[in-house]
């Protein structure tokens, strides 16, 4: 990790008609960590991921990604930032129609100079790189498991060689055995690729085994940010209830005996 922000955020403002999701967000990710991204329900963490990565515009404010206006580039700008990232959404959000090395190869297919021969091979490579059996390529969503699908979505995120990758919820509705694993897979990744990883999530387990730092929604904008540590010594009420709960204290306790 670097102290060069990859990601800049400014005066975002996000709503649905009266209501005000976000307002004044102010937010740097820096290049090469893994930034957890916490709050209570309503405070927008999935919104606030989709807007980064392009899938929705904000009312106001300013985007910055690899130093670069992602608000007001022009298209082809837009696209060669759109084909640095990589989105792994809840539950995988793969195509019900097509094998998982099929929905791998969407990704690749606006990439130049891809032959057939080529795009299955690279698929192959992501499906193994997530952790997947090779014999799952030609399986279809219906007959994965939850957290097979979850792998597979993140293959598919993995598919352009991003720099950055979005997270949303990657460990929820699974076994604390799956998540643990699916912690383990996504330190690891983030470390040999030296991705920086934008990760929504609720799981205490999760921000202990792969964050570098904690951003804190409350209050429509980014309350606080810091390390694991850092958040612990923090008086504001829900953000003390929530990282010295006892899940909080089980998390910490988990955490303590692997070390």
């Given at each position: 990790?670097?102290?060069?922000?990859?990601?800049?955020?400014?005066?975002?403002?996000n709503?649905?008609g009266?209501q005000?999701?976000?307002?004044?967000?102010?937010?740097?990710?820096?290049?090469?960590?893994?930034?957890g991204?916490?709050g209570g329900s309503?405070?927008?963490?999935?919104?606030?991921?989709?807007?980064?990565?392009?899938?929705?515009?904000?009312?106001a404010?300013?985007?910055?990604?690899?130093?670069?206006d992602?608000?007001?580039?022009?298209?082809?700008?837009r696209?060669?930032?759109?084909?640095?990232?990589?989105?792994?959404?809840q539950?995988?959000?793969?195509f019900?129609?097509?094998t998982?090395?099929?929905?791998?190869e969407?990704?690749m297919?606006s990439?130049?100079?891809?032959?057939?021969r080529?795009?299955?091979?690279l698929a192959d490579?992501?499906?193994?790189?997530?952790?997947?059996p090779?014999?799952?390529?030609?399986?279809?969503?219906?007959?994965l498991?939850?957290?097979?699908?979850?792998?597979?979505?993140?293959?598919?995120?993995l598919a352009?060689?991003p720099?950055?990758?979005?997270?949303?919820?990657?460990?929820?509705?699974?076994?604390p055995?799956?998540?643990?694993a699916?912690?383990?897979?996504?330190k690891?990744?983030?470390?040999?690729?030296?991705?920086?990883v934008?990760?929504v999530?609720?799981?205490?387990?999760?921000?202990?085994?792969?964050?570098d730092?904690?951003a804190?929604?409350?209050?429509k904008?980014?309350?606080?940010?810091?390390?694991?540590?850092e958040?612990?010594r923090?008086?504001h009420p829900?953000?003390?209830?929530?990282?010295h709960?006892?899940?909080?204290?089980a998390?910490?306790?988990?955490?303590e005996?692997?070390?």
């Amino acid at each position: 990790m670097t102290s060069e922000p990859i990601i800049r955020l400014r005066g975002i403002r996000n709503q649905f008609g009266a209501q005000v999701v976000h307002d004044k967000l102010d937010l740097d990710v820096m290049r090469g960590e893994v930034m957890g991204v916490v709050g209570g329900s309503g405070t927008g963490k999935s919104v606030l991921l989709r807007c980064i990565a392009g899938l929705r515009p904000p009312q106001a404010g300013a985007i910055e990604i690899f130093g670069q206006d992602a608000l007001n580039c022009t298209e082809a700008e837009r696209r060669a930032i759109d084909q640095r990232m990589g989105v792994m959404f809840q539950d995988g959000a793969l195509f019900s129609s097509l094998t998982v090395r099929e929905n791998v190869e969407v990704p690749m297919r606006s990439l130049p100079g891809l032959n057939m021969r080529l795009r299955r091979e690279l698929a192959d490579l992501k499906i193994a790189m997530s952790g997947l059996p090779y014999i799952a390529g030609d399986k279809y969503p219906s007959e994965l498991s939850g957290g097979m699908r979850k792998r597979a979505g993140l293959a598919r995120a993995l598919a352009r060689d991003p720099e950055i990758v979005f997270l949303d919820e990657p460990t929820a509705g699974l076994d604390p055995i799956g998540a643990s694993a699916f912690d383990e897979l996504i330190k690891a990744l983030s470390q040999t690729l030296g991705l920086t990883v934008f990760l929504v999530t609720h799981d205490l387990d999760t921000l202990h085994a792969t964050c570098d730092r904690i951003a804190v929604l409350a209050e429509k904008r980014v309350l606080y940010t810091g390390t694991m540590a850092e958040m612990q010594r923090i008086e504001h009420p829900w953000v003390h209830e929530y990282f010295h709960g006892p899940r909080a204290r089980a998390a910490v306790e988990a955490t303590e005996r692997t070390t």
